[in-house]
């Protein structure tokens, strides 16, 4: 949890450093959820649409716990396990 929030509010003597990082594996992340999609018949076709969707989900959830506290988190999890 720190380290996201290091993400989004990094000290001042810091900051050119954690969000490079932050960048470096956000970029990782998309590449590999991109491979993933590419090799699944249900999304290959829209691989490109699938993790710009899903990283644009990671990424509100991730500001969603850290602004608004672990609710989010909780919220989003009972969505899913009651669906």
């Known amino acids: 949890m720190i380290s996201f ?4 509010m990094p000290p001042a003597h810091l900051r050119e ?3 490079q990082n932050f ?3 956000f970029l990782e ?3 590999l959820l991109n491979k993933l999609f590419l090799n699944t018949k249900a ?7 699938a993790t710009l969707s899903y990283m644009t989900l990671l990424d509100g959830l991730f500001a969603g716990i850290i602004y608004g506290g672990i609710d989010s988190w909780e919220i989003y999890w009972n969505g899913l396990l009651n669906d």
């Open 5 to 8: 929030l290091l993400a989004y």
């Open 17 to 19: 450093e954690i969000i």
């Open 23 to 25: 960048k470096l594996y």
């Open 29 to 31: 992340l998309e590449n």
């Open 43 to 49: 999304f290959s076709a829209k691989a490109e649409r």
